[in-house]
């Protein structure tokens, strides 16, 4: 791959719904100035997700020729919806800047670890059960997906135990401190 994952570093944000995983990685991301990797999905946008901001939303047909093509570097299924993240968008990502993050789920975090090694750092974020339901009650989310998170939630945050790094979001400034500290660990002395 051009702009290859040896000369970077992909930060890999994952963690529980409703934790602040994706507030966080884009907040370090722009402080740190490190490049975002964009999803590409299947799925439709939700209220208030722009397309190129959120997510590259395709349809299932194109994401499945643009996968046989080799295209992604990853793809996973969740809820009958494809999510994937497109290797030509890791190279240009790559070119701007020498780390690099992205915000997947758990299955997204194994392949990328499996593909980059030690050069993928995974950040497990999550919050306990009342807070997540708090939290998705707040943004109107439905039932269903409340429901459904509420569901897999033991499943979600067994996956900590993989991760390099865990972090329980009860502050979101000083969990983003912490994090910012723990990522600084993994980067050379001039990127710091």
């Known amino acids: 791959m051009n702009g290859n994952i040896e000369s970077g570093t992909i930060i890999v944000f994952v963690g529980t719904s409703g934790s602040g995983r994706k507030t966080i990685a884009h907040q370090l ?3 740190l100035g490190f490049q975002y990797v964009i999803s590409h999905t299947t799925r439709p ?3 208030k997700e722009t397309e190129g901001k959120d997510y590259y939303f395709t349809s299932r047909q194109a994401f499945i ?4 093509r080799g295209e992604f570097i990853q793809t996973v299924e969740l809820d009958n919806h494809f999510y994937g993240i497109n290797k030509a968008d890791v190279t240009a990502a790559l070119q701007v800047s020498p780390v ?15 593909e ?4 993928a750092i995974r950040i497990f974020i999550y919050v306990n059960k009342q807070l997540i339901l708090e939290r998705l009650q707040a943004r109107a989310v439905s039932e269903e997906i409340i429901r459904h998170y509420m569901d897999h939630y ?7 135990k993989d991760c390099e790094h865990v972090f329980e979001n009860l502050d979101l400034d000083e969990t983003k401190a912490r994090i910012k500290e723990s990522i600084l660990t993994h980067l050379p002395a001039t990127m710091s």
Request: no cysteine.
């Open 154 to 160: 033991i499943e979600e945050v067994s996956y900590r």
């Open 65 to 68: 020729e643009a996968d046989i």
């Open 45 to 47: 946008s939700r209220p």
């Open 29 to 31: 991301g722009k402080e």
């Open 116 to 119: 980059f090694g030690d050069k």
């Open 100 to 114: 690099i993050y992205v915000i997947v789920n758990r299955s997204g975090a194994n392949k990328l670890k499996y």
